[in-house]
C-alpha cells in the first residue's frame, strides 16, 4: 500500500520536473527564435505540457479546454495571421532603443527575484486532498459554481466574446479603394507590361528541381524572378552578405517585392505591370556578376 | 513530494520568460505569444492555489481568464492584420511614426 503511493509520487514527481524543464526550454526558445513559425510551435509545446500539468493538479476540464482552445484555436489563429501578415517576417537584430535588451534582461531579473521572494515567503504547503470537487466530479463541480457564485461573469463573458467577434470582424475587413480591375484593363496592362505570360517557374530548365532553384533565361542567365520572395529572404539573411548585393540584384529584389505586394493584394494594378519591366532590366544586366554561390552550382 | 509549491515556482518562472519576451521582441505576433504565454502562467498558478485551498474557484478564475485571453487574440490580430494592410510591417517600432 506505502509502496504503491511512494510509487506514484515518483510518477508524478518525474513528471511533474520533465514538464516543468521541457516547458521552461520551450518558453526560453520563444523568446530566443527569431522567426515567427518557431515561436508559434514552441508557445505549443509550452500550452500541451501546462494542459498535462493541469491535469496532474487535478483539473482534467481544464486540461481539455487548454488543448482545444489554446492549442486547438488561439494558435491555429496566430498561424493563420501568421501567413496573413508574412511568414518571413523575422525580427530586425538592430536595436531601435540603446540598451533595451539589456534593460528588459535587467526587469526581468528584477522581477523574477521579486516573485520568488514573495512566493517563498508565502508558505505553500501540501495540497489538500478533502472538500474539494476533484476527479469524476470536477466537472459538475465546476458547473455548479459557474452557473450558480459566477453566474454574472459568465453572462459578461457572452458579451465580451460577442463584442470580440464583432470587433474582429469591423477591424479585419478591408474596404476596396479602387474599383476592382477588369479582365480587359488586366490584360492591356500584361501587354504594355512587355511580359504576357506569366513569371517562369522555380526550377524551369535548372539543373535541379527544388523549388529554391531559379529558373534560366534563354540566354543562360538565372531569372530571380521565378524563385519566391519568401525564399530569397531566407537565402540572404543566412548566407552571402553585402558584396552580392549589385545594383542589379538590387533592382530584382525591388521588383519581386513589387510583385509580392500586388500577389497579397489581390487588386493586381499598377506595381504588377512595372515589376516584371523593372526585373527584365536586372536580369539581363546581371550576367555572372551576381552569381550567388547557390547559382553558382 | 511535488507540492503546489512547485507548480508556483514554474508559473513563476514562465511568467518571467514571458514578460521578459514582451520587453525583448519587436514583432508583435511575437509578442501577443509571449502575453498568452504569460497568461498560461497565471492560470497555472490559479489552478494550483485551487489544489492548495481545495477549492474550484481558482479553475474557474483559470476558464474565465482562457475565454478573456480568446477574445483578446481575436481582437490584437485583426487590429494587426489593420495595420499591415496600410503599413506593410508587423514591428511594433513603426507605428509610432503615426504621430508625425
Not at chain 1, 459557474?146 to 465580451?160: C, G, H, K, M, N
Amino acid at each position: 500500500m506505502v509502496l504503491a503511493a511512494s510509487a506514484a509520487d515518483t510518477t508524478r514527481s518525474i513528471t511533474f520536473w520533465l514538464l516543468a524543464i521541457i516547458s521552461v526550454a520551450a518558453g526560453l526558445g520563444m523568446v530566443l527564435a527569431r522567426r515567427a513559425v518557431h515561436c508559434a510551435v514552441l508557445l505549443a509545446v509550452v500550452m500541451l505540457s501546462l494542459a498535462v500539468l493541469y491535469a496532474m493538479l487535478g483539473a482534467p476540464f481544464l486540461a481539455f479546454v487548454q488543448v482545444i482552445v489554446y492549442t486547438g484555436a488561439v494558435l491555429m489563429l496566430f498561424l493563420f495571421v501568421m501567413m496573413i501578415v508574412g511568414i518571413s517576417s523575422a525580427d530586425s537584430i538592430i536595436e531601435t532603443i540603446r540598451g533595451q535588451r539589456m534593460a528588459a534582461a535587467l526587469a526581468g531579473i528584477g522581477l523574477l527575484v521579486l516573485l520568488t521572494f514573495i512566493v517563498g515567503h508565502a508558505a505553500i504547503g501540501p495540497g489538500t486532498r478533502t472538500g474539494a470537487a476533484y476527479g469524476s466530479s470536477n466537472i459538475n463541480g465546476l458547473a455548479t459554481l459557474i452557473f450558480t457564485r459566477y453566474v454574472f461573469p459568465f453572462e459578461i463573458t457572452s458579451a465580451l466574446l460577442i463584442t470580440a467577434a464583432l470587433g474582429a470582424m469591423v477591424l479585419a475587413h478591408a474596404e476596396r479603394t479602387s474599383a476592382k480591375p477588369t479582365q480587359r484593363r488586366l490584360s492591356r496592362q500584361r501587354v504594355a507590361s512587355g511580359r504576357p505570360a506569366p513569371l517562369p517557374g522555380p526550377g524551369t530548365y535548372a539543373r535541379h528541381n527544388a523549388v529554391d532553384m531559379p529558373a534560366l533565361l534563354p540566354d543562360g542567365s538565372v531569372s530571380r524572378l521565378s524563385v519566391s520572395p519568401v525564399i530569397t529572404g531566407l537565402a540572404r539573411g543566412a548566407g552571402p552578405g553585402p558584396a552580392v548585393r549589385t545594383e542589379a540584384l538590387r533592382a530584382a529584389d525591388t521588383a519581386s517585392a513589387g510583385t509580392a505586394s500586388a500577389g497579397i493584394n489581390g487588386t493586381g494594378g499598377g506595381s504588377h505591370d512595372s515589376g516584371p519591366a523593372g526585373a527584365d532590366s536586372g536580369d539581363a544586366g546581371s550576367g555572372d556578376a551576381d552569381s550567388t554561390p547557390k547559382e553558382a552550382r | 513530494m511535488i507540492s503546489p509549491g512547485h507548480y508556483v515556482a514554474l508559473s513563476v518562472i514562465l511568467f518571467v520568460i514571458g514578460g521578459v519576451g514582451v520587453l525583448v521582441r519587436r514583432n508583435a505576433i511575437v509578442v501577443f505569444m509571449c502575453v498568452e504565454l504569460m497568461l498560461n502562467a497565471v492560470n497555472l498558478a490559479f489552478v494550483a492555489f485551487a489544489r492548495l485551498h481545495g477549492t474550484l474557484d481558482g479553475q474557474v478564475i483559470a476558464f474565465f481568464v482562457m475565454v478573456v485571453a480568446a477574445a483578446e487574440v481575436v481582437v490584437g490580430l485583426a487590429i494587426l492584420t489593420a495595420i499591415f494592410r496600410t503599413r506593410r510591417s508587423a514591428s511594433v517600432d513603426d507605428p509610432n511614426l503615426l504621430k508625425y
